[in-house]
T-cell receptor
Framework: NAGVTQTPKFQVLKTGQSMTLQCAQDMNHNSMYWYRQDPGMGLRLIYYSASEGTTDKGEVPNGYNVSRLNKREFSLRLESAAPSQTSVYFC???????????????FGNGTRLTVT | SQQGEEDPQALSIQEGENATMNCSYKTSINNLQWYRQNSGRGLVHLILIRSNEREKHSGRLRVTLDTSKKSSSLLITASRAADTASYFCATGNTNAGKSTFGDGTTLTVKP
């Protein structure tokens, strides 16, 4: 049982380059999330998808776009990377619709992104 | 801004001692969750306590929730070196539809 799988694990970009972070879950969860974690800090929500076909902005959406490709997959795109986007990105999924169904989050192991 | 705030930011104890971490939050919640993060890894869910519950146990973990004070505590009893990690609380809210994390407590358990 793989759980939540993120690719790639590491990435270095130059300012202005674009890339897509991939996330897939095999737990048949409805909701998926993208968080970023900066050194010594907690997680901040970038975007989330409460169910297939819907996406919503979180706390820090600027500079990012997302696609809920199907129930399993939720991708995060940086159109024009900036040094401020250097961070560790975590994808997560949960069974219920958002937190209202009291479902815990299941996390991937993260993508470490450096923008120079 | 972060909904949950953990206290203390860092905690260092000897193996065998108990570790207590606190979490305060600002708005009404449906549930509060505690997670552990080992260095370089993703977060792992430990316990979820619902807003109508006051205490919950799981192995060596004990979580309390006081909604009148908008606070929660995580107690790890008889700590082990393997408990060394960062611990985060996250609040779940129906209206928000998502969980909001604090900045975490870094626990170091010395053998």
């Amino acid at each position: 049982n793989a759980g939540v799988t993120q690719t790639p694990k590491f990435q270095v970009l130059k300012t202005g380059q674009s890339m897509t972070l991939q996330c897939a879950q095999d737990m048949n969860h409805n909701s998926m999330y993208w968080y970023r974690q900066d050194p010594g800090m907690g997680l901040r929500l970038i975007y989330y998808s409460a169910s297939e076909g819907t996406t919503d902005k979180g706390e820090v959406p600027n500079g990012y776009n997302v696609s809920r490709l199907n129930k399993r997959e939720f991708s995060l795109r940086l159109e024009s990377a900036a040094p401020s986007q250097t961070s560790v990105y975590f994808c997560a999924s949960s069974g219920g619709q958002g937190a209202s169904y009291n479902s815990p989050l299941h996390f991937g192991n993260g993508t470490r992104l450096t923008v120079t | 801004s972060q909904q949950g705030e953990e206290d203390p930011q860092a905690l260092s104890i000897q193996e065998g001692e108990n570790a207590t971490m606190n979490c305060s939050y600002k708005t009404s919640i449906n549930n509060l969750q505690w997670y552990r993060q080992n260095s370089g890894r993703g977060l792992v869910h430990l316990i979820l306590i619902r807003s109508n519950e006051r205490e919950k146990h799981s192995g060596r973990l004990r979580v309390t929730l006081d909604t009148s004070k908008k606070s929660s505590s995580l107690l790890i009893t008889a700590s082990r070196a393997a408990d060394t990690a960062s611990y985060f609380c996250a609040t779940g809210n129906t209206n928000a539809g998502k969980s909001t994390f604090g900045d975490g407590t870094t626990l170091t358990v010395k053998p």
